[in-house]
T-cell receptor
């Protein structure tokens, strides 16, 4: 069975500082990996996805993530955050494109000035 | 493109009642998935519909059922509501198998409160 562990439930950071949100997964088969963002009272928006190929994936809003198969990790990074990045971030995994997503419990990113 | 639309946005029901939530997928998408997101938790997969049939199901009781219509829209039905069913219900649409769909687009969700 697949599972996702987001290692930090809350990450407070100052504006313009770098940030890393950590995600580990477990799966016995090949995986597709995703990061979604959820703003208050809204649905989920895809930030980026890893399907195959280059292990460094770039997404929207300046975010990027690196797939590390040996560490079974898919950490999300941004070199300089903005107040507007304050939101809930979810890491997700599936074993086949278009099938069920298994989500982590989420990481709350709080950016302050 | 209206994206994925869900109705209603908020709903209050009493324990034991039944509820129906509705979802219209993004234009061009033929696959609809439903997720339950309890407060402070990540979304949990309920089931997925493709070609009007349940294609995949998560670990939810039979009280949760669904339907997909020929126009690809979908309904989620929950019978005999429990207090623990209070959650944000998210609908996601995607392209069906073999069409290269790798991304799920989510709606704004329906906030269900059971009292």
């Amino acid at each position: 069975a697949q599972s996702v562990t987001q290692l930090d439930s809350q990450v407070p950071v100052f504006e313009e500082a770098p940030v890393e949100l950590r995600c580990n997964y477990s799966s016995s088969v090949s995986v597709y990996l995703f990061w979604y963002v959820q703003y208050p009272n809204q649905g989920l928006q895809l930030l980026l996805k890893y399907l195959s190929g280059s292990t460094l994936v770039k997404g929207i809003n300046g975010f990027e993530a690196e797939f590390n198969k040996s560490q079974t990790s898919f950490h999300l990074r941004k070199p300089s955050v903005h107040i507007s990045d304050t939101a809930e971030y979810f890491c997700a995994v599936s074993n086949q494109a278009g099938t069920a997503l298994i989500f982590g419990k989420g990481t709350t990113l709080s950016v302050s000035s | 493109d209206a994206g994925v639309t869900q109705s209603p946005t908020h709903l209050i029901k009493t324990r034991g009642q039944q509820v129906t939530l509705r979802c219209s997928p993004k234009s061009g998408h033929d696959t609809v998935s439903w997720y339950q997101q309890a407060l402070g938790q990540g979304p949990q997969f309920i089931f997925q519909y493709y070609e009007e049939e349940e294609r995949q199901r998560g670990n939810f009781p039979d009280r949760f059922s669904g339907h997909q219509f020929p126009n690809y829209s979908s309904e989620l039905n929950v019978n005999a509501l429990l207090l623990g069913d209070s959650a944000l219900y998210l609908c996601a649409s995607s392209l069906g198998p073999g069409q290269g769909g790798t991304e799920a687009f989510f709606g704004q969700g329906t906030r269900l409160t059971v009292v």
